[in-house]
């Protein structure tokens, strides 16, 4: 059975890190589209936030709509990871990354009604940001 875990959530203090991670089993990362959601609390919608891809030359794509995201892959693990820093009380939410097999595209922003475009979700791990 292919699934996506995530892990490493936690609650941690304004302007402290975190490395979340994600991984696979029944499939490789490395022939998927893998993209992080978060969704905070009142929100209706998960809001891409990061995304890693192999291109077709065999490189990682990478991209974040935040500076202080940073996502990576270890291939031997078959992991994924968001490292995050500087965090903010904003950044609370529940944080998910999701796979599309063989693809090769990045959501940001509210995924609103399209979240069936990605083959497996993880179940969500937890962040927490307060003093």
């Known amino acids: 059975q292919s699934q996506l875990v995530e892990s490493g959530g936690d609650r941690v203090q304004p302007g402290g890190s975190l490395r979340l991670a994600c991984a696979a089993s029944g499939f490789s990362l490395d022939d998927a589209a893998i993209n992080w959601f978060r969704q905070t609390p009142g929100k209706e919608s998960e809001e891409g936030i990061a995304?890693?891809?192999?291109?077709?030359?065999?490189?990682n794509y990478t991209d974040s709509m935040d500076d202080r995201f940073t996502v990576s892959r270890d291939n031997a693990k078959n992991t994924v990871y968001l490292r995050m820093h500087s965090l903010m009380p904003e950044d609370t939410a529940t944080y998910y990354c999701?796979?599309?097999?063989?693809?090769?595209?990045?959501?940001?922003?509210?995924?609103?009604?399209?979240?069936?475009?990605?083959?497996?979700w993880g179940q969500g791990t937890q962040v927490t940001v307060s003093s």
């Open positions: 995304c890693i891809y192999t291109t077709v030359s065999g490189g």
């Open positions: 999701a796979a599309k097999k063989w693809a090769k595209f990045c959501t940001k922003g509210n995924i609103f009604g399209r979240r069936h475009i990605y083959d497996y």
